[in-house]
């Protein structure tokens, strides 16, 4: 998902069925891209356990989230948390007009003692602050965290959509996350 690309093998835009530009909708993150996948240089990792807040939040009965995560598993012991807050290489926003942060952790797969900077190309309507703007992994393995505010701004949207991302990188790698914005007035 994170490697995948996003034009076509002549160089432009993936297109839709009516030869327009393709939305993240339409293409999510792209055309997969094996070779840069296979070496992808940090991952989003979830484990079972973490789809526990989420699920019990969706009110599935105790023994359905157990069967899933594979044990016991009592939901009115566990806090619920949105979707948009499971480690997701992606952000799915539905906007009103509060401010959401959301954090994710990298993983890195890549190179020992690599940095990583952010690109942010925040959609339209949209403003998109990262913390921190650089990620450092001294050793592979090492995990970093980032948290992400989206913030609905003054010039409004002109669509009920948009997108944008942010991306990750080194003169190695690229590390893409799309974000797909619904607005709700």
């Avoid at 297109?15 to 240089?41: C, K, T, W, Y």
């Avoid at 105790?62 to 979707?83: H, W």
């Avoid at 990583?116 to 393995?141: A, T």
Wanted: net charge neutral.
């Amino acid at each position: 998902m994170t490697t995948a690309y996003q034009v076509n093998l002549k160089g432009n835009p993936i297109e839709d069925e009516s030869l327009q530009p393709a939305s993240v909708f339409a293409i999510g993150s792209g055309h997969v891209n094996p070779s840069r996948a296979n070496d992808p240089g940090l991952v989003y990792d979830i484990l079972p356990d973490d789809y526990i807040p989420y699920l019990c939040g969706l009110n599935y009965p105790n023994q359905e989230v157990g069967i899933l995560v594979g044990r016991k598993v009592d939901c009115s012991k566990e806090k619920s948390i949105p979707e948009a807050q499971l480690n997701y290489p992606s952000f799915s926003i539905v906007f009103g007009s509060t401010p959401q942060t959301y954090t994710r952790t990298l993983t890195n797969v890549g190179k020992a003692n690599s940095s990583y900077d952010v690109e942010i190309v925040s959609p339209d309507g949209v403003n998109v602050k990262v913390e921190p703007k650089k990620l450092v992994f001294p050793k592979l393995g090492d995990k970093s965290s980032y948290s992400v505010t989206f913030t609905r701004t003054t010039k409004g949207a002109i669509n009920n959509t948009t997108q944008g991302f942010i991306r990750w990188y080194t003169a190695d790698y690229s590390v893409r996350s799309p974000i797909a914005v619904v607005f709700k007035d």
